[in-house]
């Protein structure tokens, strides 16, 4: 395959439109683990609520480190007269189950293709598909002490004796389907910049959830630059659905967009929280 580079972008706000649409899935199940974990009313927590602690509390994923973004949400949701251990516990639930299901869905939808992939070491995949099945499971009993394992590091008083078994089962649902339509936007995305998407869906949701998981993994490296375009551009190419040329391209474009869909919506929060502060300020500075 050569470099032939067609952007439709009807196809790339398209894959746009559908990785927000993943975002309002994952809000929506970090709304439902608070309800479930807080005892609260998902009357009283709005779904726009719970967007703008996510939206914002996103960015602490480009500060080396990434734990960031628990401490922001937990500030955050102590102020919206949310507890402060329910979302940071929340925060750590979503992140170990996201990457674990992300985990088990690259390596079950990439399953035909996982030989080329692992250069003919089946065995060491069907390995680790039990592994994150057998941590999956555990879940609602080893959380609890990873929690108390963050408290000790972070020196944040996360202490709880007991995980909501719903919380587990609502994240469990909500990053599933997450990582589908990741497969979907990703699949759209590459038709959008390249004008073709060869190859099959499950080798793109294959081909998007290796590179997001490596990179996340990166700790210390800010929102895993570098080292997930690596890992897309060669799981594109080993998958054959681009040459390396467009994989490049593929990569590199993509983080761009990626981006953008990632940091404007907690920008507009912040844009609307500063200006409905500015309406509340009297011009002289007075207050009443």
Known sequence: MSLA???????????????????????????????TWDGGDSRRLSFMTVARLWSISN????????????????????KAGIGGVAAAGSAVLNTIVNIATGLLVAIIAGWRSFD??????????????????AGILA??????????????????????????HRSVYWSLAGNLLSW???????????YGVLGSAPGSFVD?????????????????VPGGLGVRELALAAALTTLGVASPRQAALVSVT??????????LPGLLFLAAGARSRSKATPLDGSTR
């Not at 990434?66 to 102590?78: E, R």
């Not at 993509?254 to 940091?263: A, K």
Request: glycine share 8%; proline share 5%.
């Open 5 to 35: 580079a067609h952007p439709n972008w009807i196809y790339i706000v398209a894959s746009g439109a559908l990785f927000w649409l993943t975002y309002a899935v994952l809000i929506e199940t970090l709304r439902r683990v608070l309800v």
């Open 59 to 78: 960015f602490g994923r480009y500060v080396p480190g990434k734990v960031w973004g628990i401490g922001a949400m937990a500030t955050m949701a102590n």
């Open 204 to 220: 793109y949701v294959t081909a998007y959830a290796w590179p997001y998981i490596l990179g996340y993994l990166a700790v210390f």
């Open 180 to 190: 589908v339509l990741y497969g979907a936007a990703f699949r759209t995305f590459v």
């Open 254 to 263: 993509s983080r761009l967009w990626l981006t953008v869909l990632e940091l």
């Open 116 to 133: 080329v992939i692992s250069r003919g070491k089946t065995g060491v995949g069907i390995a680790v598909v039990v592994v994150a099945l």
């Open 139 to 164: 879940l609602p009993l080893a959380l609890p002490k990873m929690l108390d394992i963050v408290r000790r590091f972070t020196g944040r008083t996360i202490s709880i004796s007991n995980v909501p």
